[in-house]
């Protein structure tokens, strides 16, 4: 298992940019693939963008052309940078790291964010 803890959340207004981060407490290389999921009041938590390890990236389509996933390896870090941030991004943001090999799902704790003028 590894430890996720996000950072970068908050309030910004519409049109706004944010950056996740999401630090790992072991080496993500060759074993994670990362990804953010989001989950807004009286929804589920559903994807919103995920990085192979090999570096290959996924989006829901309503999220392509303003937010980017990267990863770091060395810092065993994923990032999310969010651009021109809608009403409809806001809920909480989750960081999630599933081991390639047993599938096994590990959680960060969640980061709110929050887009209104």
């Known amino acids: 298992q590894v430890q996720l803890v996000e950072s970068g959340g908050g309030l910004v207004q519409p049109g706004g940019s944010l950056r996740l981060s999401c630090t790992a407490s072991?080496?993500?290389?060759?074993?994670?693939?990362m990804n953010w999921y989001r989950q807004a009041p009286g929804q589920g938590r559903g994807l919103v963008a995920g990085?192979?390890?090999?570096?290959?990236?996924t989006y829901r389509d309503s999220v392509k052309g303003r937010f980017t996933i990267s990863r770091d390896n060395a810092k065993n870090t994923v990032s999310l940078q969010m651009n021109s941030l809608k009403p409809e991004d806001t809920a909480v943001y989750y960081c999630?790291?599933?081991?390639?090999?047993?599938?096994?799902?590990?959680w960060g704790q969640g980061t709110q964010v929050t887009v209104s003028s």
């Open positions: 999630n790291a599933r081991d390639i090999w047993t599938l096994y799902d590990n």
């Open positions: 072991a080496n993500i290389s060759g074993t994670y693939a």
């Open positions: 990085i192979t390890v090999t570096g290959r990236t």
